[in-house]
């Protein structure tokens, strides 16, 4: 079983819109997790660490369930410019972040 | 300041030669990783280094993949013999607070084996 895991998509949504990815972890260790963005051709930049509390960095809400494992990234009021793939990172304390494959979003006008 | 830098950008090479990537990681970072990404895979770690030792190779596929660190600045990896299965990018990133932490990566090179 793959230690993250991310509907791969795509998710395909008009500008405007509010869309969000979930992410499962399966290591109820894990205690550092975050939302890195991949452009086309390009390599991965963070988005957001995800903190117990929830944290919002303005049109980018991250939530974290602990009990169910899962990690949340909402977008509201999507652009254009948000076209790209979401990777879900967790990891264990000491040891090396575990990336998912990633969701792809595309935003259309 | 200057990001991760690493070259060649884009590698196409002939089975059975050996490849060499370099990654030079931002200045004052201690920690540098290796991945490689395949749409199959994802996003794999390969090896990490902290103040220029090797903590963690145990993702570095076989024999035929060798990575180093001689000096805080640069990085090799290298794959000798190289095969078609290898072709993907490998990346580098950096940090200065280890390996649990949110990394900085380089743009990528992108090896094709023929």
């Known amino acids: 079983r793959k230690e993250v895991e991310q509907d791969p998509g795509p998710f395909n949504v008009p500008e405007g819109a509010t869309v969000a990815f979930n992410c499962t972890y399966s290591?109820?260790?894990?205690?550092?997790f975050f939302w890195y963005r991949q452009d086309c051709r390009k390599e991965p930049k963070l988005l957001m660490s995800?903190?117990?509390s929830g944290n919002e960095d303005g049109r980018f809400t991250a939530q974290l369930n602990r009990a169910s494992q899962y990690i949340s990234l909402l977008i509201r009021d999507s652009k254009l410019s948000d076209s790209a793939t979401y990777l879900c990172?967790?990891?264990?304390?000491?040891?090396?972040?575990?990336f998912g494959k990633g969701t792809t979003l595309s935003v259309s006008s | 300041d200057a990001g991760v830098i690493q070259s060649p950008r884009h590698e196409v090479t002939e089975m059975g030669q050996e490849v060499t990537l370099r990654c030079k990681p931002i200045?004052?970072?201690?920690?540098l990783f290796w991945y490689r990404q395949t749409m199959m895979r994802g996003l794999e770690l390969l090896i990490y280094?902290?103040?220029?030792?090797?903590?963690?190779d145990s993702g570095m596929p076989e024999d035929r993949f060798s990575a180093k660190m001689p000096n805080a600045s640069f990085s090799t990896l290298k794959i000798q013999p190289s095969e078609p299965r290898d072709s993907a990018v490998y990346f580098c990133?950096?940090?200065?607070?280890?390996?649990?932490?949110?990394?900085?990566f380089g743009p990528g090179t992108r090896l094709t084996v023929t």
């Open positions: 990172v967790a990891n264990q304390a000491g040891t090396a972040l575990i």
């Open positions: 290591n109820s260790a894990s205690q550092s």
């Open positions: 995800v903190y117990s």
């Open positions: 200045s004052g970072h201690d920690y």
């Open positions: 280094f902290n103040n220029n030792v090797p903590i963690d």
């Open positions: 990133a950096s940090n200065r607070r280890g390996a649990s932490y949110e990394q900085y």
